[in-house]
C-alpha cells in the first residue's frame, strides 16, 4: 500500500484526524499543541493522533494529501480542516464547534 493510500485510509476511517509532531499526551512542538488543546476544549476525546516525528514517509505525504506545507493537520470526516491557524480562528468564531458536532 503506498503512503498516500495510508493517509487516505487513515482520514476515511477515523471521525477526528490529526496529524501532529507527538502525541496528544506528549505534544512535539507549540503549534500541535495547541491543536490538540482546542479540539479538547470542544469536547473531542477520540482523536485519532499520527506522530509525524515517528513516520517521516506520512510527515512528507500529508503535505502532499492536502497541499498543505505545515504540520499539524486536522481531518473530520475525511475532510481537510486546517492546520493550527485555521483551527484557532475557527474555535474561536465557533465554526470549529459546529463541523465538529456536525461529525458526531
Request: net charge negative; with cysteine; aromatic share 8%.
Amino acid at each position: 500500500m503506498s503512503v498516500q493510500d495510508t493517509i487516505r485510509q487513515q482520514v476515511t476511517g477515523h471521525r477526528v484526524v490529526l496529524y501532529m509532531k507527538g502525541t496528544p499526551d506528549f505534544p512535539q512542538c507549540g503549534f500541535s499543541a495547541n491543536a490538540v488543546r482546542i479540539l479538547q476544549m470542544c469536547g473531542v476525546q477520540d482523536i485519532f493522533a499520527v506522530n509525524v516525528l515517528e513516520e517521516p514517509e506520512i510527515r512528507q505525504g500529508i503535505k502532499e494529501y492536502a497541499n498543505w506545507p505545515t504540520i499539524p493537520q486536522l481531518y473530520v470526516n475525511g475532510e481537510f480542516v486546517g492546520g493550527s491557524d485555521i483551527l484557532t480562528e475557527m474555535f474561536q468564531n465557533g465554526e470549529l464547534q459546529k463541523v465538529l458536532k456536525k461529525a458526531a
